[in-house]
């Protein structure tokens, strides 16, 4: 669509998309003004209830005129596809801004909001989809209410069951959720959400579920406001109180009330501003007119005195609530020269950088267009980045320049070995040298004579072999390399460590069973510890300044953001806010400069043909994805999504149509659900799942109702599942194979120990994965009759490959050499077929239809920029 123009629009970019329409910044060629137009998603031109819906909105937007609704200027229809034409809104979502950080504009914009309903509701329009994703405040800090699509015009079309509780849960009013009778005093619910949030960056409901959620809503009080606000005025709790009445009947009858006592709040908050400033106006006026005899000056001074005292008194009182309000000090408020500075990098896949002891050189990880992860090094103070590896390799994720600024450290993953593996190259550029065959992390050691990295709690080869977190060291020509220090009581979870500056200690990370991390500083000569952090919430990194205090990336006040604590204990000391994430942090040697990433793991859902053509983009989300797979029918996708919180490793499994609408969660938030797997009728979805303090080799097999997910039925312990028929499913474990059904049949070892097997063609043929060394790769062989009985000689069909996946009609294996280097070997004859579509750099879980003709993937990259602070002491 980009660069066409329709009818007399050409469109210039794309800005969102949604369930109900694709909306598109375009250049009215007439008038000559930049509008947006907002058209039906491909697909549901023709679909007369979406269309009729379609037009509803129009002529509910169209009916209102307000300063603080973004007007719609026309609906048309150009070769068969209708479209509104509406206002541009340049600007912010609400939900960018969250939460608000000064009460006195919060409520500003409520009443905004508020003024806006006002129009809509006096007009017979109500919104009934009301949420900071659909507010905006533009450029001149106006409010524009957006998106009518599921207003509800008096007399008009009756919508179906299917649309009456639609919009997002969070927001939708009791009476809504339920089916019941919606009005106005739905939206003044949804208006209470949108305030708390404002307020508070938090909802008023939570829930871990669709079903937790609906529960929460129907049934439960709201967190009170206080628990984030403790300060906050009575008069304020009422407003959002009576806003969230479960009854209509309770709640404010209308939005006119509200705003009405909205203004009472900001006028007693400006009268109070007022008041002090004019107050204080007199004193400096009476002291500079009034004649001064000695007896005057004697009680003028001691008016001034009392007044002085008087006003430290009000500081005084004035700080300690100000301490109340916050939940801990802020560095930018205590350094006001501290100032931020994104470097300009035309690369947005981006790992953890290095920084050089002087602050003035730069040093990350990064792909190309095509993929492809190197180091660059830049001056902090602008340029373009130099390349400075040669072995480009899929994923290079850790930086560190050495104390002389002569050499950069970093890990290396090798696809051949399945390894990270540590290097060094010269800053200036040139040949790589291996430094450690496994390691991530590395860290200069503060002499510049050793380099220290960690072998984490992972399975082999990538983690170590004791089972428990190490840090080893090693010269940078690779010699002498030898184990510095092991913690006794390691789980897997995150991992990061950091040298003191005389390098006799380490502060690292450690991972407890519950599922958090905490900081710990360890002497490495006695392996005596003390923990420095007492939060309980996930940290990603840490390093240690020549200052002795320990900065840490942490989500502790809701978003992951960067902290500072002296390695002697104390209170950290807040040092970046905003949504982050923020992490990977390298501090300069005088403490001034510091550089971090803001860095996210998106992944996109897309279909195509098997060779690659044919790509269509399903979802939009700044979410990490993965495990898409499609229904036998070809209709509807299941997948896994990480929660939005990078640092926590929760993972739900979603299933949604084909066209990415009608997004439905089926598991709970506090697990690591992933790999869905369709059973061949359509009615089942078997999975994996996993609590966040367990390793994922001790996950489990569930099965779900695809239609009725209800309560999950536990298969057993397991890996994954391979349907052998409707109701027959093949469970793997590490090492063996078991056939069961879901009516829940005994276990029954199928094919030989050490092998990962199932039956594919009918039960004509056993493809088995032998776990052997010396016979490592995939094998067929035909059966003798039976399923469970195979025979005859078996044929090696491959080995060696980046990854595997087996169609569902056992017809072809698909192997990797890299993620974009794909082919496929036909069974049982083995003839191979190299596909050379177009498929992205990020390709990454990829899966294939029942039917063998099209694949449905995430294209997987990272989403990232570095920023560096100044003046940080």
């Known amino acids: 669509m980009i660069g066409k123009t329709i009818s007399h629009y050409k469109i210039l970019e794309k800005l969102g998309e949604g369930g109900m329409g694709v909306v598109y910044k375009a250049e009215d060629t007439k008038l000559k003004r930049i509008v947006a137009l907002k058209f039906l998603p491909r697909g549901l031109e023709v679909h007369e209830p979406e269309r009729a819906r379609f037009v509803q909105e129009a002529q509910a937007a169209a009916t209102l005129n307000h300063p603080n609704i973004c007007t719609v200027h026309d609906i048309t229809e150009h070769e068969g596809q209708q479209f509104i034409v509406m206002e541009f809104v340049e600007g912010k979502t609400l939900r960018q801004m969250i939460p608000v950080q000064k009460m006195h504009d919060a409520i500003g914009y409520a009443i905004q909001i508020g003024e806006a309903l006002q129009e809509a509701h006096g007009k017979g329009v109500v919104?009934?989809?009301?949420?900071?994703?659909?507010?905006?405040?533009?450029?001149?800090?106006?409010?524009?209410?957006?998106?009518?699509?599921?207003?509800?015009?008096k007399g008009s079309l009756k919508l179906t069951k299917t649309s009456s509780t639609v919009g997002t849960l969070a927001y939708m009013a009791p009476e809504q959720i339920q089916g019941g009778e919606v009005d106005a005093r739905s939206d003044i619910f949804s208006f209470g959400v949108v305030l708390y949030e404002m307020l508070t960056g938090h909802i008023p409901f939570r829930g871990e579920h669709e079903a937790a959620m609906v529960y929460s809503i129907v049934n439960e009080e709201p967190t009170p406001i206080q628990r984030h606000l403790p300060d906050v005025s009575s008069e304020l709790v009422h407003v959002v109180n009576r806003a969230l009445e479960k009854d209509p009947e309770d709640r404010y009858q209308s939005v006119r009330d509200m705003v009405i006592d909205l203004r009472r709040l900001k006028r007693e908050s400006t009268r109070v501003l007022r008041t002090t400033v004019a107050q204080t106006g007199m004193l400096k006026e009476a002291a500079a007119t009034q004649p001064a005899t000695p007896f005057q000056r004697s009680k003028k001074k001691t008016f001034f005195i009392a007044i002085g005292a008087a006003l430290i008194l009000v500081i005084v009182v004035g700080v300690i609530i100000l301490t109340r309000m916050r939940p801990a000090e802020n560095l930018v408020g205590m350094n006001p020269n501290m100032t931020f500075r994104v470097l300009q990098i035309p690369l947005t896949q981006i790992s953890y950088p290095g920084l050089s002891p002087d602050g003035s050189w730069v040093a990350f990880p990064a792909a190309d267009v095509n993929g492809r992860w190197d180091v660059y090094f830049m001056n902090a103070s602008g340029g373009e980045p130099r390349r400075i590896t040669s072995d480009s390799s899929l994923f290079v994720n850790q930086t560190d320049i050495s104390p002389d600024g002569s050499q950069i450290a970093y890990d290396r993953f090798n696809p051949n070995t399945q390894k990270d593996e540590v290097y060094v190259v010269s800053s200036l550029g040139g040949l790589?040298?291996?430094?450690?065959?496994?390691?991530v992390e590395p860290r200069w050691h503060p002499n510049g004579q050793r380099i220290g990295y960690m072998l984490p709690v992972l399975p082999t080869p990538m983690g170590s072999k004791?089972?428990?977190?190490?840090i080893w060291s090693v010269k940078p020509d690779g010699s002498d390399n030898h184990l510095e220090f092991v913690d006794s009581v390691s789980v897997r979870g995150r991992f990061s460590f950091s040298y003191s500056p005389d390098g006799q200690s380490v502060a690292w990370i450690r991972s407890f069973p519950e599922g958090y991390q905490e900081v710990i500083v360890t002497e490495l000569g006695t392996a005596k510890e003390h923990q420095l952090t007492f939060d309980k919430k996930n940290i990603d990194e840490v390093c240690w300044t020549r200052s002795d205090e320990i900065i840490f990336s942490s989500n502790k006040s809701g978003n992951t953001n960067l902290w500072m604590v002296p390695v002697s204990g104390g209170s950290p000391i807040q040092i970046t806010k905003g949504s982050g994430p923020d992490i990977g942090m390298k501090v300069s040697a005088d403490g001034k400069?510091?550089?971090?990433?803001?860095?996210?793991?998106?992944?996109?859902?897309?279909?195509?043909?098997?060779?690659?053509?044919?790509?269509?983009?399903?979802?939009f989300d700044d979410r990490n994805i993965e495990s898409p797979t499609l229904s036998p029918d070809g209709k509807l996708i299941a997948f896994s999504m990480y929660d939005p919180d990078p640092l926590k490793s929760i993972r739900s499994v979603y299933v949604m149509d084909l066209d990415g609408s009608y997004r439905r969660q089926l598991t709970s938030a506090d697990e690591i659900a992933t790999s869905p797997t369709w059973s061949p009728d359509g009615r089942w979805i078997a999975y994996r799942s996993w609590s966040p303090s367990e390793s994922a080799d001790s996950s489990k097999v569930y099965l779900l109702e695809a239609a009725n997910a209800g309560s999950p039925k536990l298969v057993g312990k397991g890996l994954g599942v391979w349907w052998v028929n409707p109701t027959e499913f093949i469970l793997f474990t590490q090492t063996?194979?078991?056939?069961?059904?879901?009516?829940?049949?005994?276990?029954?070892?199928?094919?030989?120990?050490?092998?990962?097997?199932?039956?594919?063609?009918?039960?004509?043929?056993?493809?088995?994965?032998?776990?052997?060394?010396?016979?490592?790769?995939?094998?067929?062989?035909?059966?003798?009759?039976?399923?469970?009985?195979?025979?005859?000689?078996?044929?090696?069909?491959?080995?060696?490959?980046?990854?595997?996946?087996?169609?569902?009609?056992?017809?072809?294996?698909?192997?990797?050499?890299?993620?974009?280097?794909?082919?496929?070997?036909?069974?049982?004859?083995?003839?191979?077929?190299h596909l050379r579509g177009p498929f992205p750099p990020g390709l990454w879980s990829p899966r294939v239809s029942y039917d063998g003709k099209e694949m449905v993937y995430v294209d997987s990259r990272v989403s990232a920029k570095l920023v560096m602070i100044e003046n940080l002491r």
Do not use: C
């Open 127 to 153: 919104h009934r989809d009301i949420k900071t994703d659909n507010i905006m405040v533009n450029t001149k800090n106006q409010i524009k209410v957006m998106d009518f699509g599921l207003a509800k015009l």
């Open 432 to 439: 790589s040298k291996r430094i450690a065959e496994a390691g």
């Open 466 to 470: 004791s089972g428990k977190f190490e």
């Open 593 to 619: 400069r510091l550089v971090y990433l803001q860095h996210q793991y998106i992944g996109h859902i897309w279909t195509a043909n098997v060779d690659g053509s044919g790509a269509r983009q399903v979802t």
């Open 736 to 833: 063996k194979s078991f056939l069961t059904s879901v009516g829940g049949a005994e276990l029954k070892q199928f094919f030989e120990d050490s092998t990962l097997a199932r039956p594919i063609l009918g039960g004509k043929y056993v493809l088995f994965h032998d776990l052997h060394k010396a016979q490592e790769g995939w094998w067929l062989v035909s059966s003798t009759g039976s399923k469970d009985t195979p025979g005859g000689k078996p044929k090696k069909i491959h080995s060696g490959a980046l990854g595997y996946l087996l169609a569902p009609d056992g017809k072809s294996l698909f192997y990797f050499r890299t993620p974009t280097d794909i082919w496929r070997v036909s069974l049982p004859d083995g003839q191979e077929e």
